[in-house]
Every structure is written in C-alpha cells, then in structure tokens.
C-alpha cells in the first residue's frame, strides 16, 4: 500500500454513478455523495477521505485495491443513483478494498419532494449501517432503530 493504515476504519465515498444517461441529473449523484462524506466525517471513529480526494475518480471506472493503495483506506462506498420521474433510486456499496469483498449493500427506493431529505435521510442510513459494521457491531443498529434522530445515536455511540 502506498499508506499505512490508520487506526480506525478508514474509508473513501466514490462518487456515485449518475445512470439516469442524462448529463443534466449529474447533481443528484454529486449531492449524495457530499452528503455522505459530510455525515461520515462527523463520527470520531472513522478515518474519511476528503470530498476533493475522492472526486478526482469521478467518471471513472476504477478498482477499489487502486482506491485503497492511493488514499490509504481499508473501505470504500460505491454506489449510483437514477431518476425516474418523481422518484429516484440509489444503491450504495460498502466494499473492503483490501480483498474486493463486498460487506454491505442497500438499494434506497424513495419519492423526489424533498431533495435535500432525502439526501440527509440516506446519508444517515448509509452511516447507520456501515458503523455497524465497520466500528460499533448490532448494538448500534438496535439503538438507532428505537431513536431514528441522528444528533442523539451520535452522542450515545
């Protein structure tokens, strides 16, 4: 690896894959990962690679070994999204760039009337279930299912 590991899990949030074919839907995409590396970066117990960093692979096909070898991470999410009228789909991957075994995947199917919910909601779906994973284990995901508030599962874990 070109890095040494950090200490706590580390992770890269690609960009996500616009596959509506539509240039224009671009932001959708743009605006999830943001969102994602924005919430993930607020857990202590995780390492997370910059915005500008992981845009750099935007459009571009690439392996997670590469992804690991450049920024140093264990972890990386991948995912897409595509618009269909008023809904709008998108599929994240947790992926162990180490060995390429996939730890984590979920398809989100939900209606365009908030953009900016939505993109919070999946964001902390998405930091929900890869700290269960990746730091806090089941306990973690009992407790957010009783909670549903993001602020007090962050100060509680």
């Known amino acids: 690896m070109a890095y040494t590991l950090p200490d706590k899990p580390s992770i890269a949030v690609l960009p996500f894959d616009n596959l509506s074919g539509d240039p224009a839907q671009d932001y959708l995409g743009d605006g999830i990962t943001e969102n994602i590396i924005a919430v993930l970066a607020t857990s202590p117990d995780l390492f997370v690679i910059a915005r500008n960093s992981s845009f750099t692979y935007k459009g571009k096909a690439v392996q997670v070994q590469e992804v690991a070898e450049r920024f140093g991470v264990r972890y990386v999410l991948e995912g897409s999204v595509q618009r269909a009228g008023d809904w709008l789909r998108v599929t994240a991957q947790l ?21 900016f919910a939505l993109q919070d909601e999946i964001a902390q779906e998405i930091l929900v279930a ?22 007090t599962y962050r100060l509680v874990v």
């Open 95 to 115: 992926v162990n760039a180490i060995d390429g075994q996939h730890l984590w995947a979920e398809r989100y199917d939900r209606e365009l009337d908030n953009l």
């Open 130 to 151: 890869m700290d269960v994973k990746l730091t806090m284990g089941g306990d973690a995901n009992l407790f957010w299912e009783r909670t549903k508030d993001l602020e």
